[in-house]
């Protein structure tokens, strides 16, 4: 009641009832914020490291399902290419081509080595004249 009182008195209104919600608003945002302390403290404790150890064992479970993943299709092809030797030496060759293909591009086509030696030996030509 006291509370009431003091509220009224410093309530730009006389209004009994507008002073009793005006309270009970007070109160309600108190309970709000000790709320929001605990939920904070809470998350920061409990939830946040417990939904980091999930996302960790989810993370290692899809991991290890890859490397499975991985070893199988790694063992199917090595029976693949014991089954059908011809079609792994002749991808290798492509392969091995393809490579080979592009090195020599790189070393004598517009690569990264062709346009850059040019000025270099102008340069060295025209030191000599001197």
Known sequence: MKNNLLLMSNSPFE???AAQLLSRVGEDLSSLRNDM???VG???RHTL???ARELARSGRSQLLSGRDYAADRVRYIGRSARQHPAGVSMAGVLLLGAVAAGIYY???GEGCCGGAEQPFE???EESEDY
């Open 15 to 17: 209004d009994k009832r």
């Open 37 to 39: 302390k605990m939920l």
């Open 42 to 44: 809470h998350t920061t």
């Open 49 to 51: 490291p417990d939904g």
């Open 106 to 108: 790189l070393l004598k």
């Open 122 to 124: 102008e340069e060295l």
